[in-house]
């Protein structure tokens, strides 16, 4: 007879029952003690440039806030202003309508093109990489679309002149234009397009030949491989680009101040407004209102937005 043991675990193991996992190893003192040396710099940056002005946003919104003077505690004052502003209102519209173009025409297009450019052959490949991002400054293209926007001698409305046959066109001089037109060169001039670029040459070849053995199409590849393995960075893309959108200042500032009619009036820079009327207690509370909508925003993109490719 073979002698019977007290130790079990393993015909448990075999048995289907789940092994315990090892315990981690406990790092030393020293250990701990370098990773809190290595974490305190952040941390401190973070709390004094992150968290003390935002805490310090909230406060302000509740008092007079003033340059000289004693500052005094008015409650939901400012909050009550800016709710009955029709300003705001229309600041936020415009906010939102720039935000749905500016994510529509410059978030979703270049994932089309990306995808398109890479059935194209490796040397073209970086030809059209080349040409999409063009290394310039924001302030430096802002001047020169603003140029090419000019109703008078502009590039644009000697291409709407004389090449299309059209008639004059207003551009920037349109409230119903304005936005489209300032959107617009975020299409030719929109960098996290090579992300998708590189992330798509980081998927194995050997999906798509299976997915072609097993009689996949080109569109089928594109639905079933291309883009959930483009979801992780299409959800932080897309965080990115709703909190861009929505603090959106210098573009729409210099190319039209605003106008016409404030329709190009972002919320920001209805903010600044107000910064220069020295209204500081007003243009915290519309930042802290402008916060928590975008805050809002990124929260249900993350409740419902799949970042597993493999879900």
Known sequence: MIPQTEDVAPDRADEGGAAPPAPAPKLSARRRLEGALFVTPAFLFQLSWGWYPLVMAFVISFTNARFRGPIEFTGLESYLRMWNDPL??????VTAIYTVLSIGLTFVIPI?????????????????MLLWFLPLSGIASTLLFRYMFNAQYGLFQYVATE??????????NSGNQVLFWLVFPGILFFGPGLIYMATLQGIPASYYEAAE???AGFWRKIWTISLPRLRPVISMLLIFAVIGSSQVFEFPMIMTGG?????????VMYLYDLLRSLRYADATALGVGLFLVTMVL?????????EDPDQ
């Not at 089309?112 to 059209?128: D, F, G, K, S, T």
């Not at 090449?163 to 551009?171: A, E, K, N, S, T």
């Not at 990124?298 to 799949?306: L, N």
């Open 112 to 128: 089309v093109v990306a995808i398109l450019l890479m059935e194209m052959p490796r040397r073209h490949i970086r030809w059209m």
């Open 88 to 93: 705001v209102g229309q600041a936020f519209k």
């Open 259 to 267: 106008g016409p009619g404030g329709a190009s009036r972002t919320v």
């Open 213 to 215: 053995i097993e009689g």
């Open 163 to 172: 090449i299309l046959r059209l008639d004059p066109q207003p551009f920037l």
């Open 298 to 306: 990124v929260v249900i993109q993350r409740k419902f937005f799949r």
